[in-house]
Each structure stands twice: as structure tokens, then as C-alpha cells.
T-cell receptor
Framework: ETGVTQSPTHLIKTRGQQVTLRCSSQSGHNTVSWYQQALGQGPQFIFQYYREEENGRGNFPPRFSGLQFPNYSSELNVNALELDDSALYLC?????????????FGPGTRLTVT | LAKTTQPISMDSYEGQEVNITCSHNNIATNDYITWYQQFPSQGPRFIIQGYKTKVTNEVASLFIPADRKSSTLSLPRVSLSDTAVYYCLVGDGSSNTGKLIFGQGTTLQVKP
């Protein structure tokens, strides 16, 4: 069974640029959530995708957007990058949308905005 | 959503039992309590989840008193590899958004 994978591992971008981060969910999982984790802080929920539609969103501006594909993999897109967007971006997958049950996290993508 | 409060850091020695307590005074009837573990440069990993009384699995136990306003994660006989950040989360089990609310967590340092 393959776990959650994310790419790239590290990324450096300049303020104002756009970035796309990718996530492959664990086999059999149809729900993907994205989190932002600043240094020394706990992860913050960005949004969740289920069956290719966003069905939950945290307090992040519209320049954070996402996609989920028929194979349940997902992308996180961030436009007009700001210095404060520098963080570890985590993807988590699970089966179904129920609040119970564990979510399986990937290793994350470390984004640095200069 | 109920807010959680945990100690920022704890120290222990190998072989000891570690208990990390989390306060969640405003927990709602539908809320469950979940603990995650995170190592540096890795994503969080689910440890245990419970609603009331006691839950035990192969890695930890979770104690929840009757009023459910707090919970205690118990790690038996810790080793150096248990050094990590531990997060206590409280959330509605009936919610379909999957939103996990993480606090700052407790950094556990296990010493030899």
C-alpha cells in the first residue's frame, strides 16, 4: 500500500510568483485536505476536496486554490506569493468525508518565498 | 470549535511513562478527542482517538474523565524515538469537512 506522496520536496519562489504543489493520496482514499504549517506552529487547515469538489475551507484568501483529479490526486495552487506564504504545506488523505477517523499526512513541501 | 490547551514542552527519560494533559473546557457533545504525533520535517501521524473513559491501542492510552473537559495521552516506557511534537485536537465527529484544528502542540524531549 502506497502512502501519501507530495512533490516537490522543497521549492524556492519569488514574491509575486505562482506555485503549484502536488499530492498523491493513499490508495483507496477519495478525500484530500491541504494544510499550511508555519515554523513552530501547528498545521492550519486550508481546504478539503472530495470527489473533485471543494467541500470545506479554512481562513485562507482566494489566491489559494486547488484541484482534485479523477484518480483522487490533488494540486494546491497559490497565486501572487507573499513572504508569509513561506511554510511547510501538508497534504492529508482519508476515505470518505466523515469527521471521525485518522487522516494520513504526506511528508510535505517546504516552500520558501524570497 | 473547542479550543485546546496543552503544555508547550515536556522532558522525560527513556523507559519512563509520559502523560500529556490537554484542556478543552468548551468541548461539545458531538466532539471527539484525537491525538497526533509529528516528527521534524514530516507530516503528523494519528496516534489515538476517543470520546469518553479510556481507549488503548498498541502505542498509547487516552484517558478522558466523565466531564470530558480534559484528556490525558499516556505513552508507556518512552524511547528516544518518541521525541516529537504531540497535538491534541477536538472536533465534531459528525462534521463532513474533515477540518482538523491544531494548536501549538507539546514538544516532548526524551533524554537517554
Amino acid at each position: 500500500e502506497t502512502g501519501v506522496t507530495q512533490s516537490p520536496t522543497h521549492l524556492i519562489k519569488t514574491r509575486g510568483q505562482q506555485v503549484t504543489l502536488r499530492c498523491s493520496s493513499q490508495s483507496g482514499h477519495n478525500t484530500v485536505s491541504w494544510y499550511q504549517q508555519a515554523l513552530g506552529q501547528g498545521p492550519q487547515f486550508i481546504f478539503q476536496y472530495y470527489r473533485e469538489e471543494e467541500n470545506g475551507r479554512g481562513n485562507f484568501p482566494p489566491r489559494f486554490s486547488g484541484l482534485q483529479f479523477p484518480n483522487y490526486s490533488s494540486e494546491l495552487n497559490v497565486n501572487a506569493l507573499e513572504l508569509d506564504d513561506s511554510a511547510l504545506y501538508l497534504c492529508a488523505s482519508r476515505a470518505g468525508t466523515g469527521g471521525l477517523g485518522e487522516q494520513y499526512f504526506g511528508p510535505g513541501t517546504r516552500l520558501t518565498v524570497t | 470549535l473547542a479550543k485546546t490547551t496543552q503544555p508547550i514542552s515536556m522532558d522525560s527519560y527513556e523507559g519512563q511513562e509520559v502523560n500529556i494533559t490537554c484542556s478543552h473546557n468548551n468541548i461539545a457533545t458531538n466532539d471527539y478527542i484525537t491525538w497526533y504525533q509529528q516528527f521534524p520535517s514530516q507530516g503528523p501521524r494519528f496516534i489515538i482517538q476517543g470520546y469518553k473513559t479510556k481507549v488503548t491501542n498498541e502505542v498509547a492510552s487516552l484517558f478522558i474523565p466523565a466531564d470530558r473537559k480534559s484528556s490525558t495521552l499516556s505513552l508507556p516506557r518512552v524511547s528516544l524515538s518518541d521525541t516529537a511534537v504531540y497535538y491534541c485536537l477536538v472536533g465534531d465527529g459528525s462534521s463532513n469537512t474533515g477540518k482538523l484544528i491544531f494548536g501549538q502542540g507539546t514538544t516532548l524531549q526524551v533524554k537517554p
